[in-house]
Every structure is written in C-alpha cells, then in structure tokens.
C-alpha cells in the first residue's frame, strides 16, 4: 500500500434510545431520525477518501486479509477476515437494556466471537450513571428472579457509578452491565454483535410488546463477581502536549492525544490497523484532513505514518496491541507501576505480571 490511510464514513444506526448528539461530532444524521449509534467500523463503513476509496472496510479486510490486518489483529480475530475494532460513538438518550456478552469460548459455540468493550464518556447529563455488574450481596439466582419479571426489577440490583465525561471503564465478557440514560460514550469493542439482553426496565413497544430477552443464553455466560470501575488513565508524556493510555487488553488498547498546534506524532503499527477519532480540532494524517467527528484507519505498515495537528487538537486511538511493547513497555518508561499497568486491563488480567503474548 503506497497510500496507508482511510477517512471512514460509519454507519448510523436508528435506535429508539437514540437522540441527534451525534451531530455535535460533524456526523451528518438524517433528518427526523434518532440515532443511537455511528459504527465508525462496521464491515458496511465506506472509505470516503485515501487508500480504498468507494470501497468497505469489510471489502478491504476480506480482499486481502494478511495485508489488512497484520500479525496480532489477526490473532485477536482468530484469523477470521474481519475488521479487528468496532468503533462506535453511542448516544443515549434513554437507559440501554441490561445485558450481557459472552467470551470467545462461549461465543465458538455459534461461531462468534465473544465481546468485551471499553466506554469513554464523551459527554454526561447530571446524574447520568453506567450499570456495571450486579450489586455487591446479590447472588444470580435472586438477579435471575427478577429479570424474569420483564419489567425492570433488576434495575435496583445493579451497581452503578456516576457518569462523568474523559471517565473510562473496561468492561470484560461477562459483565452484567448497562449505558444509562443521558450518556455520549466512544465504545471501542470486540467485532462482535452478540449481546443477551437480560432486561429492558419494562418497556414495551407499540403492541404493547416487551423486546426479545436472553436469559438462559445470558445467564449462561453471566459473571456476577465481574464489577469493573473507572480506569486511572497512565500519562506517557513522551512529546508535546498529553497522550495517555485509557485502557488496554488482549483485544484493544485504547489512548487519548491532546496535541498543540503543528505537533506530530507518529501512529503507525505493523501488527494491527489503527483507529484515530477526532474530538475535537483538526490534524492530518498523510494527506487526509480529519475535521471534528471524523475517523480514519491506519493500516498496518512497518514505516511511520504521522498525524500532524492543524490546530490545537484531541483525539482517540485505538488499536489491537501487542501487550508487552504497546503497553507494558511504554508504561514502564513513562514511570507507571506494575500495580497502575495492570489496573489499565480492567477486570480481564490480561496485564496481570505483565504479560507477554
């Protein structure tokens, strides 16, 4: 590839969640439609600009998987030829169902693979909360009872903790968890669309039709001891301006960039596809402008790509890591403890002794 970047234009997805924040990051919505979620790399995003043109991503991937993925995306997707991220910017305007996702080995059963996630909240109204695991004391067997009900008793059995906007929190296969109402999250995730909605706090459609619920199929995978919280982010503070690490596991790490004017940085990686999301401010990655809103991929090569700041700017990047020397190393030189790495995995334990792949 002589050109090493795509400018993505994601899928949006109507939800009855969903509202029209989304259009605060440049994405432009249809008119009169909630949108609950933009699938900035969804196998159906089409690159708009760069290597690719008019093509998608899945095309991309499939067309040529080795090229497209590199050695440790590929790993991460059990070798399959698909796009080894799904990036998505969520708003919701109402509470999420409650769900749960299963693992890779729950989810080779049916021939998926299994979804563990990371939220970054972009934006929170006050006493917006996220839902992450049952409550400390509630068994399974009395969270079972209640979601029986269908109609929202679980709701009260969950733990929450309080939405605040540049809070991260990892959430592992597993986890009983739900997006609350008012929230605007970047969730970066396995390719996955599994999910066991569990409880949908009782609502019904305009049949007066409660939503399909998955109990034996989620309370099958369900960890009720997995209750994840907000990450420290670890400052690499390596070059102008801020780059911090958000979270990290086998599947993902996720960084956030605050650059100034004219700053570079060089964000290219061999084993894996890079996503860059820009929050806000301008930048360039190659010849591609990416405005607020905007998302580009990166695609594996062994020379630098550099992202250059037009202006002052801040940025996501997300990314499949090879642990020891995307993120433990880096960590490491930046001052972290092995106590700090490891809290960067969430509940997973992928970063537990600083592992090695």
Not at 40 to 48: D, H, K, Q, R
Not at 144 to 173: F, K, N, Y
Request: charged share 20%.
């Amino acid at each position: 590839m002589n050109t090493r970047a795509s400018l993505v234009t994601p899928r949006l997805d109507t939800k009855p969640w969903g509202g029209r924040k989304l259009g605060r990051y440049g994405i432009d919505l249809p008119a009169g439609e909630r949108i609950g979620e933009a699938l900035v790399t969804a196998g159906e995003a089409t690159v708009t600009a760069g290597y690719g043109q008019g093509r998608t991503l899945g095309d991309l991937v499939r067309s040529d998987p080795a090229a497209h993925l590199g050695p440790v995306a590929t790993g991460a997707v059990s070798g399959r030829a698909m796009f080894p991220l799904l990036v998505k910017i969520i708003d919701a305007t109402q509470n999420l169902s409650i769900q749960v996702h299963p693992n890779d080995l729950d989810a080779s059963t049916i021939d998926r693979l299994g979804k563990t996630e990371a939220w970054h909240v972009l934006d929170a109204e006050p006493g917006s909360l996220l839902y992450l695991g049952p409550d400390r004391g509630v068994g399974l067997a009395r969270f079972r009872e209640a979601a029986a009900r269908l109609d929202g008793s679980t709701a009260p059995l969950m733990r929450t903790i309080p939405a605040q906007p540049g809070t991260t929190v990892l959430i592992p296969a597993g986890t009983i968890h739900a997006l609350g109402a008012g929230v605007l999250v970047y969730e970066v995730q396995q390719p996955s669309d599994v999910t066991y909605r569990l409880d949908d706090w009782g609502r019904v459609d305009d049949q007066g039709q409660s939503r399909e619920v998955h109990l034996a199929e989620g309370f099958a995978v369900a960890r009720p001891d997995s209750m994840p919280g907000l990450i420290e982010p670890i400052e690499l503070g390596q070059m102008p301006g801020e780059h911090q690490i958000l979270a990290a596991c086998r599947y993902f790490a996720l960084e956030r960039l605050a650059l100034p004017e004219e700053a570079t940085l060089e964000i290219g990686r061999i084993g894996s596809p890079c996503v860059v999301t820009m929050l806000a401010g301008d930048a360039t990655i190659e010849d591609l402008a990416l405005t607020q809103g905007s998302s580009a991929v990166v695609w594996p090569t062994a020379e630098p790509t550099t992202m250059v700041a037009s202006v002052s700017c801040v940025a996501l990047l997300t990314y499949v890591p090879d642990l020891d020397t995307d993120v433990v190393e880096r960590a490491r030189l930046a001052g972290a403890t092995a106590c700090e790495i490891s809290a960067l995995g969430g509940g997973t334990g992928d970063l537990d002794g600083a592992p090695k792949r």
